[in-house]
C-alpha cells in the first residue's frame, strides 16, 4: 500500500522558516517524480513544486520562487519542502504528491500568523 506522510508543519511569524517532510512507503521514491501541492483556506488546489526523480530538475510556482526549496533524499525515500520568508499568504495545508498526481499525502497545515 502506497503511503505518503507529510509532517513539518505549524506556526510561524512572517519571515520564518519552516521544513515539511513527507515519508514514502510501500513504493520506491526514486522512480517517481514528485510533487509539493497547497490548498489555502477557503481556495482551490495550487501547485507548488515539482522535482524529478533524480533532484536536477526543480520548477516553483513564481509566489515561492526564491524562497521555498524541494529536494529529496531517496535512500530515506523522504521529500522535502524548506519554507523561507514565509508570509500569510503561504497559509495553506501542504500535500506532498506523486508525479502524475495519482497518490496524495493528508496533509499538514502551515499558518503565517503573527
Known amino acids: 500500500e502506497v503511503q505518503l506522510v507529510e509532517s513539518g508543519g505549524g506556526l510561524v511569524q512572517p519571515g520564518g522558516s519552516l521544513r515539511l517532510s513527507c515519508a514514502a512507503s510501500?513504493?520506491?521514491?526514486?522512480?517517481?517524480?514528485m510533487r509539493w501541492v497547497r490548498q489555502a483556506p477557503g481556495k482551490g488546489l495550487e501547485w507548488v513544486s515539482f522535482i524529478n526523480s533524480g533532484g536536477s530538475i526543480l520548477t516553483y510556482v513564481d509566489s515561492v520562487k526564491g524562497r521555498f526549496t524541494s529536494s529529496r533524499d531517496n535512500a530515506q525515500n523522504t521529500l522535502y519542502l524548506q519554507m523561507n520568508s514565509l508570509k500569510p499568504d503561504d497559509t495553506a495545508v501542504y500535500y506532498c504528491v506523486t508525479g502524475g498526481y495519482g497518490y496524495w499525502g493528508q496533509g499538514t497545515q502551515v499558518t503565517g500568523s503573527s
Open positions: 510501500g513504493f520506491t521514491l526514486s522512480r517517481d517524480d
